[in-house]
């Protein structure tokens, strides 16, 4: 089942998803549910603070962290509050070299193109 912001059952699936333990394989999706409903319900305050939460530190799975930055991006008060938020840039890690040059290399191009009068 799909939940929407204003569904009936949406108050009752945000309590039921915090009684989720931190190490259940759950707990990250039904935590982005759970922050997707909360904005979607103008709750910004409440879903700033369990970001804040997620987002304070320690090591999280991987794609989770962009995913969870994402939503914090859409609750920034301010551009340092967006600067803070910004996206993890991990993937890159995984790029092999080959790839990573033809990257830089269309990069460069397009740094170049703009440079010309």
Do not use: C
Request: net charge positive; aromatic share 6%.
């Amino acid at each position: 089942m799909h939940l929407f912001p204003g569904d009936e059952d949406v108050a009752a699936a945000i309590a039921a998803s915090r009684t989720i333990e931190a190490g259940s394989p759950a707990y990250y999706t039904l935590a982005w549910h759970r922050l997707r409903l909360l904005i979607g319900e103008n709750k910004q305050e409440d879903a700033r603070a369990e970001l804040d939460q997620i987002l304070d530190g320690r090591p999280l799975p991987e794609g989770v962290e962009n995913l969870m930055r994402y939503h914090r991006m859409k609750l920034a008060r301010d551009l340092d509050d967006a600067a803070a938020a910004k996206l993890a840039r991990k993937r890159a890690a995984k790029l092999s070299p080959e790839r990573r040059q033809e990257i830089a290399r269309r990069a460069a191009l397009a740094r170049w193109r703009r440079k010309k009068p």
